[in-house]
């Protein structure tokens, strides 16, 4: 029964019993779904009742409904869920229900076990240095139990310290195994769902972007190695759209096949053609659950921490075959200059000139127009960046709404757009010219962390431009937002559009955080998140390999496994000395327990016996009756005593004075 354990259990560790599960679940509570939050919370309640007496002990077919309703449940939304978060939600409900069942004190462990287990699973989901402290500040929380069981009479001021002193010992140890134990890859994969991707999606309708311009997410850091391109060469390619249905544009069919089929284009693709601008850089990816990587211009990896997860692209984008879901970094050469030229072929051309002249016939009859006006395709291309430019087209988070022939509508009505509808309307009317024009989906600039000498790329730099095909130069990139919002190209959003974010975004800390000072704590507090980011939670297998290579050359293995002995050998030969100096130091103890023993003994020979509920004080009088020279030197021997055992005066001359006191003691007696 409950009261069985909870009857042995001091108060203030049944009161644990209450707190360690409100505690555990907090940083687990964006996994959970509100099912089993109302669960957790009726569950918990009747505890405390439990725990205040004022609600008796479920009975067994109460609890039995109760369980069986929670595994109905997650039986119920365990398909959407998925695997990872069904087995959390079940892990979760056994650990909500188990105090109704503890019978032994087996059963405790049992359940701190899966409370540690469930804390561990939180750093699944999130991995921020963050949110990393506020676990393992939980996880002390949980070491303050068990410290509790074992010392009940401690206040809990002394329970946290000594928690916090466990923890510390533990971190060599741990820092070791981080380093070279071998990396495991996970035997789940993290489940994916709507709610959770976040950044850019691989169709695009008009008013995905300026939507997605609200978010202060972040998609990504990058850090240059030399020399850092200038703003306006900041355009991050994630992906290239290429099929129109008259409302949005989607990835091609044949792309997805690629795919799908792994038909992987040669990595080194930089070609040494005329003038050349090379940098290298790192990106670091956020998790976004999607398999979006992105890349400047011409790249190609120069390393990569999973070679057979990337794959490069005939359209110049890289895609993860698994989605990413925890940060990650890869290498990336990039060449500025270098036309993009590959793949060029009749099929491609006739793809990107494929356009339906029934979805915006007014826009289809302007490219027709323009293709009978001008014989050149870059004089057609000038002909409508001019009309963006000298119409009142205007560059707004804000659009009216667009119903039917949405380019139509926006082109010669509404004027009024982001970058999503003057990218899709020039690549249409390029189309309509018989020239081949796709979208390409990425993000444009940055923010520049000068404290951590690295760009922060976020949800509200995504961006949308257009690719132009010159038989003499490949594609070309076309940015029809230059024409409209120079500024947005050039240095970012303009003091316009920053007016238009705070007045359609809600409250969020980074608006908040906009003053000089708080701004200047901002990007230190985030450039400790990505030194942690770089160097803790992308230190993956590769990593690993490289670094113990650099510290061992040849035979790693062999070499790896000594030094996990070595450690190993360390940690138990250190918990043998501690063992061993507690040990002298009970032998120390016993030794002038044994004098102050010797002390009683002399006495008692000499009728002077010491009664069970005697005083000091008391029993001095006594022998004072008896010996008073006797009884000065027993009160001697008394305060050393007292002083080893109780004030914690353990130094050796505390030992010899007694030794010394207690010879004083046997002559005494006997004169």
């Not at 509808?421 to 989906?441: C, D, K, N, Q, W």
């Not at 490289?546 to 510290?551: D, I, K, M, P, Q």
Request: aromatic content about 12%; glycine content about 4%; charged content about 20%.
């Amino acid at each position: 029964m409950m009261t069985t354990i909870r009857g042995q259990l001091p108060k203030f560790s049944s009161m644990w019993l209450l707190v360690l599960p409100i505690a555990n679940f907090a940083v687990l509570a964006p996994e959970l779904t509100q099912w089993f939050i109302a669960l957790a919370a009726i569950s918990l309640l009747w505890q405390w009742g439990i725990y205040r007496q004022s609600l008796p002990k479920p009975k067994t077919w109460l609890k039995a409904i109760i369980a069986l309703s929670g595994c109905l449940l997650l039986l119920v939304t365990g398909k959407s869920l998925g695997l990872l978060s069904a087995m959390l939600h079940l892990l979760c409900l056994s650990y909500v229900l188990k105090p109704l069942e503890l019978r032994r004190r087996y059963d405790l462990y049992q359940w701190y076990l899966i409370g540690l287990l469930l804390l561990s699973c939180a750093l699944i989901f999130q991995q921020s240095i963050y949110f990393a402290v506020i676990v393992l500040l939980i996880f002390i929380v949980n070491l303050c139990f068990l410290a509790s069981l074992f010392r009940p009479k401690e206040q809990l001021k002394v329970q946290f310290f000594y928690a916090a002193k466990l923890l510390l010992q533990s971190v060599p140890l741990a820092i070791l195994l981080f380093v070279v134990f071998p990396k495991i890859p996970p035997f789940w994969q993290v489940p994916q769902s709507k709610g959770i991707e976040t950044g850019l999606s691989d169709t695009l309708k008009i008013g995905d972007i300026s939507k997605l311009a609200l978010s202060d997410k972040l998609a990504f850091r990058v850090e240059f190695e030399q020399q850092v391109p200038d703003y306006q060469q900041l355009y991050w390619r994630a992906m290239v759209l290429e099929d129109f249905d008259g409302k949005s544009w989607h990835r091609s069919h044949q792309h997805q096949a690629d795919i799908k089929q792994y038909q992987k284009v040669p990595r080194t693709r930089i070609a040494a053609i005329g003038e050349q601008q090379i940098i290298d850089y790192q990106v670091v990816l956020t998790p976004s659950f999607q398999p979006w990587m992105f890349v400047l211009d011409v790249g190609e990896l120069a390393s990569f921490t999973d070679n057979e997860q990337v794959i490069t692209l005939n359209d110049y984008s890289l895609y993860s075959q698994r989605d990413i879901t925890r940060p990650f970094a890869y290498n990336v050469r990039s060449n500025l200059t270098q036309p993009l030229t590959l793949y060029k072929t009749r099929f491609q051309k006739r793809r990107n000139v494929k356009v339906d002249r029934a979805s915006n016939p007014k826009l289809y009859q302007l490219g027709q127009r323009l293709q009978q006006q001008y014989n050149d395709p870059q004089a057609i291309i000038d002909s409508v960046l001019a009309q963006f430019r000298l119409s009142p087209f205007r560059y707004t988070l804000e659009p009216p709404p667009l119903t039917n022939n949405s380019l139509d509508e926006f082109y010669f009505s509404t004027q009024a757009g982001f970058c999503e509808h003057y990218a899709s309307s020039f690549t249409f009317i390029m189309r309509a010219a018989g020239i081949p024009a796709r979208v390409v989906l990425g993000y444009l600039g940055g923010e520049l962390n000068k404290q951590g000498d690295y760009y922060s790329v976020y949800q509200r730099d995504a961006h949308a431009w257009s690719e132009v095909w010159f038989e003499n130069r490949g594609w070309v990139r076309v940015d029809p937002t230059a024409a409209v919002d120079p500024s947005r190209v050039e240095q970012g959003f303009s003091p316009q559009l920053m007016k238009e974010r705070e007045q359609l975004s809600d409250f969020n800390v980074t608006q908040w955080l906009k003053g000089n000072l708080l701004q200047t704590a901002r990007l230190y507090l985030d450039t400790i998140d990505y030194q942690w980011t770089k160097l803790v939670i992308n230190y993956s297998s590769d990593t690993q390999f490289a670094l113990l290579t650099s510290w061992f050359g040849k035979h790693i293995a062999t070499k790896t496994a000594l030094l996990i002995l070595v450690g190993f050998l360390l940690s138990v030969g250190l918990f043998f000395l501690v063992r061993w100096l507690t040990l002298v130091n009970i032998s120390q103890k016993t030794s002038v327990l044994k004098l102050y023993e010797r002390a009683l003994k002399l006495l008692a020979n000499k009728g002077i016996l010491r009664q069970h509920q005697e005083t000091d004080r008391d029993y001095i009088k006594r022998i004072k009756t008896v010996n008073e020279l006797a009884s000065k030197e027993f009160a001697g021997i008394l305060v050393l005593y007292n002083n080893y055992t109780f004030a914690n005066q353990r130094e050796v001359q505390v030992e010899k004075a007694l030794k010394y006191k207690v010879g004083r003691l046997k002559r005494a007696l006997k004169s």
